[in-house]
């Protein structure tokens, strides 16, 4: 396979160039405008990049260059009925498919890569005439199964996704069709995204879970950062993380920044208080201890606080997690907090890790929506609602 990217005034002229020196077999994979570099570029006229691939030894993917060239617009068709009903959902749908033609481009690139390094398999298989021929769907939905792996999608979620698009398969079937069906199904299993809302009357309270180490402390920042500056919001900051001075002033600091009131709590009594001096504000964030989810004592504590406020004010509550810890972690960390309380899910340190199977993993073990995900230390940058489109496209091999 030959990836080559040509330069010209016009697109027209770019695919002749290519054409003129690697024949008229060129596949264009991608499109783009590209503006001049240099001191004098402004005096410069855009010019257009285009992407050719050319195939050396066989014919063999030529189906799948046109399946995975069209996979973006195919995918979100089938999808568009699930958020038709929902505005803000077609909303994002629209800001993410802007990006579409560098998306073709990543995801095609890398499947036919993955292609070409796999060998043909069943050549020493011949000879046994009760093997049945693998067809080349067979093959595609292999491919799209190992790239699951590879992102670390847990074996068996993976393989159930497989089989419920295999009910619907024929061996005949475009490539195209088999993998918007793969791209729309696990759109649906993610969900869309279930943040933080107002209380329908009076406050908010917000509580924070999670162990040590993933960023509880600073994903609240980022979020009372949000709700302060770009909302508007009145917004009080507690903690009841009276184990780490350190964390405690951390975010004493950050509230002094937001100009928004901070107290430390220790008591069930003092969280009473807090509702009733701050009973005019939108939101109460209360982080929590980021001890081991091991420690009993100090989870009976936790689970006193979260639920002190039942009856009294509306709640949510969000366990933070890490996206670099590792599956069997993260279960057990899950089913420790799922003993205290239900709750919704915030990754962290999305860009410690290349893998992001662990969000689908604990998503579909625990059945919790997933909400927010951060990707650095910048408050209050660095934090946005979870993705599923962008986030399934990188499982199936596409790049961020």
Known sequence: MIIKKFTAKTEKEAVELAKKELGDGVVVMNVKDVKAKGFFAFLKSPMTEVTVALEEESERYTAAVSAIN????????????PVKSTPVIAEETVKKENSAIEEKLDS??????????KPEEGKDDKEDGEKKEETEIDKFMKLLHNTMLENEVDEQYAQDILDEI???NKPNMPFDYALANI?????????????????????????FLGPTGVGKTTT????????RVDQKKKVALLTA???????AEQLRTYANILEVPFRIIYTVEEIEKAMEDFRDYDYILVDTAGHSHQNSTQKESMNNFIHSVDDKAQKEVYLVLSATTKYRDLISIADAYKEMTDFKLIFTKLDETTT??????????TNAELSYV?????????????NPQSTVKQLLGGKH
């Open 70 to 81: 069209n996979v973006i617009a195919s995918s979100q068709t089938k999808v568009e009925e």
């Open 108 to 117: 095609l690139q890398y499947l036919l890569e993955q292609q070409l390094q």
């Open 166 to 168: 295999a009910q619907v």
């Open 183 to 207: 791209y729309q199904k696990m759109i649906l299993k993610f969900g869309m995204p279930s943040c933080i809302t107002p209380a329908d009357k009076g406050i908010k309270m917000v509580f």
């Open 220 to 227: 609240i920042a980022k979020i009372a950062s949000i709700f």
């Open 241 to 247: 993380d009276t184990y780490r001075i350190a964390a």
């Open 356 to 365: 992001l199977g662990n969000l689908l993993n604990l998503r579909l073990y």
């Open 374 to 386: 951060t990707y650095g230390q910048n408050v209050p940058d660095d934090i946005e609602e979870f």
